[in-house]
Each structure stands twice: as C-alpha cells, then as structure tokens.
C-alpha cells in the first residue's frame, strides 16, 4: 500500500504543476494579467491550505489573528517569480506566543516549495505607531488585503487604522515616497528612453504605475477621510489608457521572467526581439520589428512616467523643503497669460484656449523658466490637438517660437514636453520617424529622439559645468553668432535614422531640407543648418585618425570651409557624443575635440589670404558658373585675385550679388547694400580701392552711433574692394525711424567721396561716449606673426572695445601706407579682437616698418 504523501510534497506537486499550466498558457495567449492573477489564485489557495493545517481549521479564525497580503501580493500581481508579501497581524500579544511556532511553520513550508517569501509579524497596536525608518511598511499597508483569520480585525486595519495613519502621517510617507522614487529615477539614468529598460524599476515601469495609484490613494484617503470607491483614483480616460499599459507590461514582465526562469525584468536587446516575433502585450496581427515593438512599450511607458512624475510634484509633501521655497520664487514669474503655482503652469484666461498660438506661448514660457504644466494646463493642451492638426501653423510663425524654445536655457525639458503630448511632431511631422526608435547601437544607451533632446541639453548645460574642458566649450558656445542654428541642427541631425536608407545621414539631410523650406527659413541659414547635419560626423572621423597630422587638419578645415562653421560643427559633435550615454565623453576624448578643432582652426587663420584663380579647376568656382553661367567673364574678372577666404565666407547668391554691384561702379562708384538681421544689420560697400577707405566706412558707422561686431574686406585684382560691416543700432536709429536706411547710406557714400566732413561727424559722437567708464580694464596686446601667410604679415589688436576703436586703428594702418587685405573683427564682451592681414606695395611688411606701425598703435590706443 503506497504512503500518503506529506502536506510538504503534495504541495510541491500542486505548486509545480500548476505553475507548468499558467506557463504554458502563457506562451499560447500571451496574456500577462491572467498569468499573474493565476498564480495569485495558486498562491493564496496555498496559503489558505497551510492556514488550515497549521493555524485554524475554520479559514476565518482563530479570533484577534488574521494573515493579510501585502505589496504585490495584496494587489493580485503575483508574477512567475515575484516575491510574496504577507502580514500576520495580531489584535494584542496572546495570539502572538500561540501562534509562533505555527507561523514558523508556515513560513517555512512556503519557503520549502521555493517561493521567494516575506513574512512580517506584528500587533494591531505596532501598526498604529508611524515608524519613520520604516515608512515601507506604511506604504505597503496601502495594498492590503484580507486571506484568512479574524476578518474584523482586518476590517478594524484598513477601516480604521490605515485612513487615520494616512491623514496623520501622509507628509513623511509622501516625502520617503518621493526619496525612493527619486533615487530609482537616478540609478536608471533620469530617463524614459533607455534602449534596454527595467520594466519594473525603470521609469514608466510597474513601479511608477505603483506610485501614481498610491499618490493618488493617499489624496483620496486624505479629502474623502476613508477609502475611495473602487476605479475612482483616476479620471475616466486616463484610466483606460492606464488599464492598456499596465495590461501591456504585465506581459512583458511574465515573458521576462518565464524566458529567464527567474526575476529578471531588464529588457535586452534578445529579450526585444523574441517578444517582437512574439507580439508579447501586442495584437498577433503582422509581424514586428524589435523597433515597432518597442515603440509600443515606450508609449505606455511614457503615459505611466508623466502621470507619476506630475502628481508627484503636485504633491506638496514630496518637495524638499528648499525646493518648495524655489518654486514660491518661481511663483512671481505668473503673468497676464500664464499663472505659476509650485513650479506648475496655468492658464489665467479660459477665452486664450482659443488662441492656436497658445500652444506654443506655453512651451516657450516653460523653456525659458524651467517649469511644468499643471495636470490641468496639459489636459487643455491635449484637447488643443485635434483642432490644431486640422490647421497646424506653419511657416515663420512656427520657426520663430521653435528658435525661440530652442534658445531658452530649458529647451530639451520643453521638447520633451511637447514631444510627449503629441505636439512635436503635429509641428514637424519629420521626428514622428525618430519617435521612441530604438536603433541598435550597442555604444548608445537612449532611444533616437531622446538622444537628441540630451544633446541640446548637453549644450545648455555647459554654461553650468565647472569641469575645465566644459568651460572652454562653454565659451565657444558664447562666441557663436547663431546659436540658434546649431540647436535646430542638432534637433533634425539623427531625422534620417528613421528611414530604409543605407545613410542616414544623407536621409537626413534630405528629411531637414523638406522641414526648412516649410519653416521658411532663409536660405543662408538653411545653408548653414543643412551642413551641420551633412557633416556631423565628420569631426568623430577626424578622431579616428592622427589629430596632430597636418593632413588631417587640411582636410577638415578644407571640408568645413569657416571658422564659424568649425565652431558650430566642434560644439555639435561635443554634445552628440556626450549624448550617447553619460560614459562616452571621457576627459581624453573630449580634450581630443578640443586639439582638432584648435587645429583645423589655426589651419584656416594660415591660408586665409590665399588667392583665388578665377581660371582654377575648384568646386565652388564650378558651382558659381553653373548658377550664372552668362556671366562668363565678368564673373571671372570679379573674383580673380580675391582671397580665397572670400568664397568660404559668402554663399553663391552672396557672391553674383557682389558681382553684379560691381559691375554698376561706372555708373556710380559707391555701391551699397543695407539689410537687417535677426542679431544685427549687415552694411555691404562695394567700390574701387582708395586710402582711408576701410577706415571711413568704419568711422561713419562709429558717428551714427552703431557698435560694429564683425567686419571683413576682401580686394580683387583689379582694385575692386568688398567691405563688409556687422553691427548693433545702439540707439535703435534705423529701427524707429525707416526714413534714415536712406539718410545713413547717403552719409557713408558722402563720406566716402569727400562730400561730407568726417572728423566733424565724430567729434560730437565721440564726445558724448567718453563719458561712460568700462566696467573690464583691457590692457592691449599686440600680436605680429609674418609666417602664418605667405602674401601677408598679420596683426592681432586685443584692446579695450570702445565707440570709433576700429576707425582709430584702420586709420593709423593708412597712414602708414598699409593695405587691409583681410580684416576680422571680433568683439567678446568689452574686449575688441581685430586680425588685419596687411600689405604694403603687395608686399609684406618689412621689420622696420612692423616695428613702427606696433608704435603708432600703442601709442593711439593709449589715448582717452
């Protein structure tokens, strides 16, 4: 006659043979929420089994002891391995010495059968004391639920005991609540958009579903004073959307932990693509790329982020205290349109919800002041949308406000923002392609689009670093004339990854172009924002050869073309690279970037005043004749003889434009041209060399009162000069009063054919500014290298910037029978930095006379 088995033994069986069946069924539904309430069922009916054997044979008593499941367990979410929670609670401590041994017992059969058990033993009493050590226990009395023993006693728990704990105590339960979270949010990288994810403790995993439900129980349990209905935690909407995503990552978590046979919840690459040949948590329709599927994951996971994260710093109590004093600052900055509670955006007028700019207003005030928007605020931005996508706005109207968010210190937090309520890519449909794509590179850590939000956020971040290689960066940052472009680079520079291309670089390119034209954006610019993203590698291949290599260095400065695209291109590739994942940019590599680009730029300052050959074999040569191939030799005539610089620096309609100007000198020698900027005005003067020129132009400009910024001058063979001058309206002149564009060009060609006195004009202008002293003393320094051209010696002026500085020196440069064949000016701060290439009888300066023009510089800089 065969034994009858033990309790022990006849469990394991059970346990194992219904843990095959939900296996099994797994893999034939894939359904994760009737796996884990499966194995919830076969858990407790265990429980239940041992509680009848061990402790009371009535499953309702013995009185004043109760056993109570908690955390996951108590919410029905027992995954294939998942620890199990339980709570013996006993009403004093009678029960408690009775009962010990059997619940050792009990704890060790569980144990036995291999369940990953965390039994906690305490007295109704030792529950209604708030342990601040311990405020886990708090939190996971939120998901109690009753199994077996004295019902009233869990009655008098979750009835009583666990509102009046909540109400009394739900500060330093929200604040550890928020510790915890935040400290999770830390070891995961501060991101949604990890390309391998933790479905439980990453964010937007279970965990933060688990927080936004408790932040929102411990609300309810505070206004209503006691437990609210069933399904009332979240609105309607939200509640569906919630119920799809938490569906979703209980399939996801059970086919982890069934592929694995243990608690693993990081999502591998392999692990990807099994459940995207699977559909794990999708429709079984067609088949998935690893990519589509999880696209899916990061939606739902983004939903659950943004729902945790808000109600989190809607929570009073889960603010540090200094971050509660910030956010009352903060408060001031409410205006007419937008009201700031707690660091969180609201709308003052409801009659604005009708405005279709309101969107955007929003945005760009949320990235400028870092702040969030309100539950509410977004609520009505979502509802917004439909209206929006049936006339989305376009054009101008979008680039100026995109430009403007992009420039604002926090961007990346607004187009993450935008980005996550669907309105990014309602604006430029071109990053719907890069939304949430994981590509696999095993070096890159975010998704495509989260990668390039940490990029523009690596840029805005660099005037924070204290870190010495950051501040050089962060300098450089400084001196870029449109930083604006750079930003919209790095936003289009990865559109590409999205499309069936074998370059997505150039898919790139070909996206970004379509997107600018329907910005409008100038075509300079578009010119310059297009070469950013064509060549946005081209440094990080560059580091891959020998930097200190002159031909490396050649080839890069040949390949970039501009100092100002070399900056642009260096300050891209530093936050594209540290964008990868926070290892990338070691201190080595970063300092590398920093050799090639001083490099390349000392490589371009040497051949600067190189000659062009209008007869030469050269690519932009052959560009310019196919777009003007009627001008024949009349273009060649124009650019023989200009410095090569000169065709880095202007784009081909730059170019034709200046050669048309010159062609109209016979009929009047001063050739002009005005436009305004978004930074400053433009003045290009184009006529036939004579003294004093360069410092006239500068001299009359000094007089009406513009600060110049920038100037270059270029001079062809035939004695044909383009000067060009960049400079700010101090006194908003030409702004309020569009009667003196006419009134200004006229003065600068009087000037420049004797007609008008201009010491006269001076001495009045000049007069007036002495008065204002500099807040920096600048000592000048005066460099002269005459081996850096073979045409040219060059002088580098660093002085005090002053009103009239560069009419004072390109005068003193006349005087002494110097010609300017190329001038940069630059201006940091209140420090002038001017480079002159200069000649004299087409020569270079002899000793002698460098010696005497350093004197007579000196000794006028010296003088108020």
């Excluded at 403007?404 to 309520?421: D, G, N």
Aim: glycine content about 4%.
């Amino acid at each position: 006659m065969a034994a009858k088995p033990t309790l022990g033994s006849e469990l394991r069986e059970l346990y194992a043979a219904e843990s095959e069946r939900i296996r099994k069924d797994f893999a034939s539904t894939r359904n994760g929420r009737t796996a884990v309430h499966r194995r919830t069922a076969l858990v407790e009916s265990i429980a239940l089994r041992l509680w009848k054997e061990l402790i009371s044979p009535k499953a309702e008593g013995p009185p004043d002891f109760s056993l109570i499941a908690l955390g996951g367990f108590g919410r029905r979410w027992l995954f294939p391995y998942s620890d199990i929670d339980i709570l013996f609670l006993h009403a004093g401590g009678d029960t408690e010495a009775q009962f010990k041994d059997a619940i050792r017992n009990f704890s060790q059969e569980l144990w036995d059968l291999r369940l990953k058990l965390s039994p906690a033993t305490r007295m109704f009493s030792e529950c209604e004391r708030f342990d601040p050590s311990n405020v886990e226990f708090a939190i996971s009395l939120l998901d109690c639920r009753y199994l077996a023993g004295d019902e009233a006693l869990f009655a008098r728990l979750r009835e009583q005991l666990i509102p009046r704990l909540v109400a009394r105590e739900s500060r330093p339960i929200v604040q550890r609540l928020a510790d915890l979270t935040r400290t999770r949010y830390n070891k995961f990288g501060n991101s949604v958009f990890h390309l391998e994810p933790n479905v439980k403790y990453g964010h937007g995993g279970l965990r933060d579903y688990n927080v936004a439900c408790w932040l929102a129980l411990i609300s309810a349990i505070e206004e209503q004073g006691g437990w609210p209905p069933e399904g009332s935690l979240l609105p309607p909407s939200l509640s569906n959307q919630f119920d799809a995503a938490l569906d979703f990552l209980m399939s996801v978590r059970c086919f982890l932990h069934f592929r694995h046979s243990k608690d693993d919840n990081t999502l591998a690459w392999e692990a990807q693509d099994e459940a995207a040949a699977l559909s794990i948590g999708a429709p079984a329709s067609n088949p998935m790329t690893p990519s589509d599927w999880m696209r899916i994951y990061f939606g739902h996971a983004r939903l659950i982020h943004r729902v945790a994260t808000q109600l989190l710093d809607e929570f009073p109590a889960a603010r540090p205290s200094l971050y509660r004093q910030f956010q009352n600052l903060r408060s001031r900055l409410s205006n007419a349109e937008f009201s700031v509670v707690d660091g969180r955006i609201f709308l003052q007028r409801e009659e604005s919800l009708r405005d279709p700019g309101l969107p955007l207003r929003t945005f760009r005030f949320l990235a400028r002041h870092g702040l969030a928007l309100s539950s509410s605020t977004e609520h009505q931005m979502q509802e917004l949308l439909p209206a929006l996508a049936q006339s989305p706005p376009s054009g101008a109207e979008v680039s100026h406000y995109l430009q403007e968010i992009l420039l604002a210190p926090h961007a990346a937090e607004a187009l993450r923002a935008m980005h996550s309520l669907g309105l990014l890519t309602l604006l430029l449909p071109e990053l719907a392609g890069i939304d949430s794509l994981v590509v696999r590179d095993y070096s890159h850590r975010f998704t495509v689009d989260e990668h390039t939000f940490v990029a523009i956020e690596n840029l805005h971040l660099l005037r924070q670093s204290q870190s010495k290689w950051d501040v050089r960066y962060a300098e450089l940052l400084d001196e870029i004339e449109q930083p604006e472009l750079l930003y919209l680079a790095l936003l289009l520079h990865d559109t590409g990854k999205g499309a069936k291309s074998d370059s997505h670089v150039q898919a790139s390119v070909e996206i970004a172009a379509r997107c600018l034209d329907r910005l409008e954006i100038d075509a300079p610019d578009r010119e310059t924002v297009l070469f950013l993203i064509g060549r946005h590698l081209e440094m990080s291949a560059s580091l891959r050869r020998d930097i200190l290599d002159p031909a490396t260095l050649r080839q890069l400065a040949d390949k970039v073309g501009t100092p100002e695209r070399l900056k642009m291109l260096c300050l891209l590739t530093y936050a594209d690279i540290k964008a990868v994942n926070p290892e990338a940019l070691t201190p080595w590599k970063a300092e590398n970037i920093w050799q090639l680009y001083i490099g390349a730029a000392n490589y371009m300052i040497r051949t600067v005043d190189e000659r062009v050959h209008a007869s030469g074999d050269d690519e932009v040569l052959a560009h310019l004749r196919t777009l003007a191939p009627a001008a024949g030799k009349k273009l060649e005539v124009f650019l023989e003889g200009l410095p090569r610089r000169y065709l880095i620096t202007q784009t081909a309609s730059d170019v034709l434009g200046h050669m048309e100007m010159a062609s109209l000198l016979a009929d009047d020698p001063v050739q002009l041209d005005l436009t305004r900027g978004r930074q400053w005005y433009q003045l290009t003067v184009v006529t036939l060399d004579r003294p004093f020129l360069f410092a006239k132009i500068a001299g009359t400009l000094a007089a009406w009162g513009m600060n110049i910024v920038k100037a270059a001058a270029f001079s062809n063979r035939a004695g044909t000069v383009v000067d060009e001058f960049f400079f700010t309206d101090r006194f908003r002149t030409l702004e309020l009063n569009l009667p003196e564009w006419e009134r200004f060009k006229a003065s600068i060609r009087d000037v420049l054919l004797d007609k008008a006195d201009l010491d006269r004009m001076l001495q009045d202008r000049l007069r007036s500014d002495r008065n204002a002293a500099p807040k920096v003393k600048v000592e000048t320094q005066i460099e002269i290298d005459d081996e850096c051209s073979p045409q040219s010696t060059l002088f580098e002026v660093i002085t005090q910037d002053q009103p009239g500085l560069l009419y004072r020196i390109s005068s003193q440069f006349s005087r002494e029978n110097c010609n300017i064949e190329i001038a940069l000016i630059e201006t940091e701060g209140q420090t002038a930095i001017d480079v002159f290439y200069l000649t004299s009888a087409g020569a270079k300066l002899t000793p002698e006379h460098q010696a005497r023009i350093r004197s007579v510089l000196l000794e006028e800089l010296a003088r108020n």
